[in-house]
């Protein structure tokens, strides 16, 4: 079925759910387990492109995005419907962050038609994966700040310059890639946003090994990489603007509140059934203070989706600005924590001794447990996090900024 087949038709939200509960029963198989540290193959990332490919030609991708670049066009309620069918079947999960919920929300917003058109829909289609190139190694938390530079010589951009924590870059075939285009005006003002294939020629992609074993995070060179003038996302020194909607993008989608989604993955601590059957198995299902840990763990849950839903109604109502999104972003990050630490508790010492062959499946908690602190710093960190609530939300004045207003070729550097 076609998306302008499925959009025409206007299927209230029970209609298009009980379609998407039979059609996932008769072509999906279940889920299969998902593993913090476990490495993405080349065959696990050539299985979510083929899975997307089944999702759009059966018109279930795209849900929330328009029918002209090759989505549905329906509502974030159609979008969960379908996300809560899907849970317990095989999705391209893979592919939504950052290519769904981040890169392609972020072009639909700032990309101009061509871009559009063209990346949208082959992304939809499983033909496209795309990624972000925003943070730098010597950066920080100040994105303003980046050194990566891109020179216009003729009709093409020159990029030199490092990018780091990109995930899933060596798989990916483009990139939202901030670069500064004008060093005599101040950070914020002389950046430009690009739209760079990856497998460009001096475009060199490393893997970073992390200490959960898992090797997704990449470092990216760049060395005299040529792409063509419309490969810029936005205006030139526009850059700023680009960003802070993709940031905006990136906190919707690491809190789990993107309407971009093609299902849905929670991570350990969300899996109160996971908790459930851990305190089960180790004989701690009639303890007190288990049963109340497990408990708070189903009202932050409960807690953090009825938070999502508001706030992303309040957003689209414009009754909130988009900062709003950085609410959202830190109570999930302090979710996280606690549902990490109370998988850690239940599992007890077998989240250490545990193997491969740990039939109880206790050792994941342990696994998950050395990740924790990513939930702190993806999407932005949570210290980030607090200073938007405070200075854009709450009106509270900005913390100082020693190179404010100073053109960036006279901020000093550390060597």
Not at 79 to 95: I, K
Not at 208 to 227: K, R
Not at 303 to 315: C, G
Not at 353 to 369: C, E, H, N, S
Request: charged share 20%; net charge negative; with cysteine.
């Amino acid at each position: 079925m076609s998306a302008e087949t499925v959009s025409s038709t206007m299927e209230s939200v029970e209609e298009f759910r009980d379609r998407a509960r039979r059609w996932l029963k008769d072509n999906l198989p279940p889920a299969p387990p998902i593993l913090s540290g476990e490495q993405k193959t080349p065959e696990t990332w050539a299985r979510a492109r083929e899975l997307q490919r089944i999702l759009y030609d059966a018109g279930f991708a795209g849900i929330c995005f328009p029918v002209e670049y090759g989505g549905l066009g329906l509502t974030p309620e159609h979008q969960r419907a379908f996300t809560e069918e899907s849970l317990p079947y095989e999705m391209p999960l893979a592919l939504n962050i950052p290519t769904f919920t981040i890169c392609l929300a972020t072009l639909l917003d700032m990309g101009n038609e061509e871009q559009k058109r063209t990346h949208i829909g082959a992304a939809l289609r499983g033909e496209e994966v795309l990624v972000q190139f925003l943070s730098e190694p010597r950066g920080g938390s100040d994105l303003a700040g980046l050194t990566t530079r891109a020179d216009r010589h003729g009709d093409s951009w020159i990029i030199n310059g490092s990018k780091i924590w990109s995930s899933g870059a060596y798989a990916a075939d483009y990139a939202l890639c901030l670069a500064r285009t004008n060093w005599d005006v101040p950070k914020h003002a002389g950046l430009t946003m690009f739209l760079v294939p990856v497998h460009t020629p001096g475009l060199t992609v490393q893997r970073i090994t992390q200490v959960d074993g898992s090797t997704e995070f990449c470092q990216e060179f760049f060395d005299d990489v040529e792409i063509p003038a419309d490969a810029v996302v936005g205006q030139v020194n526009g850059g700023w603007g680009v960003a802070s909607r993709q940031l905006v993008h990136e906190r919707s989608a690491v809190s789990g509140a993107s309407p971009y989604s093609s299902g849905f993955v929670h991570h350990s601590g969300r899996n109160v059934n996971g908790l459930l059957e851990a305190a089960r198995r180790t004989g701690q299902l009639d303890d007190p203070r288990v049963r109340e840990d497990i408990g708070e763990a189903r009202a932050m849950n409960m807690v953090q989706d009825q938070l999502n839903a508001h706030v992303r109604a309040r957003i689209a109502a414009r009754d909130l600005s988009p900062a709003a999104g950085s609410i959202v972003r830190l109570f999930s990050a302090t979710n996280a924590w606690l549902q990490s630490d109370t998988a850690l508790r239940i599992a007890g010492a077998s989240a250490a001794t545990g193997g491969p062959g740990d039939d109880l499946g206790l050792a994941q908690a342990g696994q998950d447990y050395l990740s924790r602190q990513a939930w702190s710093l993806a999407g932005g960190s949570a210290e980030m996090a607090r200073n938007i609530i405070s200075e854009r939300m709450l009106g509270m004045p900005r913390e100082f900024a020693a190179d404010k207003d100073v053109p960036f070729n006279q901020v000093k550097h550390g060597k």
